[in-house]
């Protein structure tokens, strides 16, 4: 199966940011050599002419930082033909609906913001499996969330328990890798939940340079990576997806 790419739309005010280390409040909006406008139906329609990408990971940072989610954003994106995996912090199954009654294709389910496991499986129990990609967030190497609802410290442990909850995609995302240029993170452990899992459908986020970044993490065992900053830079273009 071919690596599915998605580009990184990261929604601040209404505006794409450029994202740098998890530290939130420092985002400021995007410069491209895709295009000149931080407006996220700009920029989306930048990713489909430029890299004939239509398939979009759009985060909304309000949202996760308990603000009121950007939904007229997301229904825009929709509404112009885009393929959305869309994480808005979402805690239950109402949360999850209302994703999908906007047009999101699939949902994220993060770790920074679920209760506990319990939450999660009545997510997927509500909407499907096939709806759900469960996002195991962290911090150079630190998991995030709540540690009182999610107990187990290591990341093998969490993918199993998801696992159990019926979640059948995962994304790795080390938000401390993210806008850093620093190289993936978490090969090894995409490698040793391949393993594992090999059912799984497994995706990456965080730290991505290259088209030699992403052949690694395809033969790690990925199916999807998520890309913002070298589309911006120019460091991956149509031809390198090709």
């Not at 985060?59 to 229904?75: H, N, S, W």
Request: net charge negative.
């Amino acid at each position: 199966m071919k690596l599915i790419v998605y580009p990184v739309l990261d929604l601040k005010g209404g505006l794409v940011v450029h994202g740098v280390g998890g530290n939130r409040d420092r985002y400021r909006p995007i410069q491209s050599s895709l295009v000149g406008s931080a407006k996220p139906q700009l920029v989306a329609e930048a990713f489909r002419s430029a890299l004939g990408l239509d398939r979009l990971y759009v985060a909304d940072l309000d949202a996760l930082e308990g603000a009121t989610p950007q939904f007229a954003v997301l229904r825009s994106l929709h509404e112009d033909g885009f393929k959305l995996l869309a994480d808005s912090g979402i805690k239950s199954e109402a949360d999850a609906l209302t994703l999908l009654e906007l047009g999101v294709e699939e949902l994220i389910a993060p770790l920074e913001t679920l209760p506990d496991p319990g939450a999660l499986e009545r997510i997927v129990r509500a909407v499907g499996a096939d709806r759900v990609v469960f996002s195991l967030d962290s911090r150079h190497g630190s998991l995030l969330g709540n540690k009182l609802g999610w107990p187990h410290a290591d990341a093998e442990s969490v993918a199993r328990e998801v696992h159990l909850c019926g979640i059948r995609r995962l994304l790795l995302l080390d938000l401390g890798r993210v806008g850093s240029q620093a190289g993936p993170a978490q090969v090894g452990l995409l490698g040793a939940l391949a393993r594992r899992f090999p059912e799984m459908d497994l995706l990456c986020g965080g730290g991505i340079r290259t088209r030699e970044d992403l052949r690694v993490l395809e033969a790690a065992g990925a199916r999807g990576a998520l890309v913002a900053t070298a589309f911006h830079r120019g460091a991956i273009t149509r031809e390198d997806l090709l």
